[in-house]
């Protein structure tokens, strides 16, 4: 797992991320227990779900004090809603303050 904490000036930053989804980059570059090395370049290892939003979501208890703007520059992606589900729950119980739901309209009827 990896954290990419750095401010994004490399434009070749999507295309090692492309690569290494395609299997292609780095080339063959495996550790005595098979890992694959990757680029320190490409983020910070975290080694759990926790140290992952601690590192892209640091002093999150806080979120009430921070410009929307520290938000909307930040993002946990994963392929799977389910550990989408997972890391949002997990971000909420960071995050100090009373819970509301919002509900939401399926379809709006006609009178």
């Not at 983020?43 to 410009?67: T, W």
């Not at 929307?68 to 589900?85: E, G, M, Y």
């Not at 819970?99 to 939401?104: P, S």
Request: negative net charge.
């Amino acid at each position: 797992m990896k954290a990419h904490i750095h401010v994004i000036t490399d434009s070749d930053f999507p295309q090692q991320l492309l690569k290494i989804g395609d299997g292609i980059f780095p080339s063959p570059n495996l550790s005595e227990n098979c890992d694959i090395l990757l680029d320190e370049l490409l983020g910070q290892i975290v080694h759990n779900l926790d140290n992952l939003i601690d590192a892209v979501y640091p002093d999150i208890k806080k979120l009430h004090e921070k410009d929307f703007h520290w938000l909307c520059s930040r993002a946990i992606v994963s392929p799977r809603n389910d550990t989408v589900n997972e890391i949002n729950n997990m971000i909420l119980q960071k995050v100090s303050g009373q819970i509301k739901i919002y509900g939401y309209a399926v379809g709006l009827g006609r009178n």
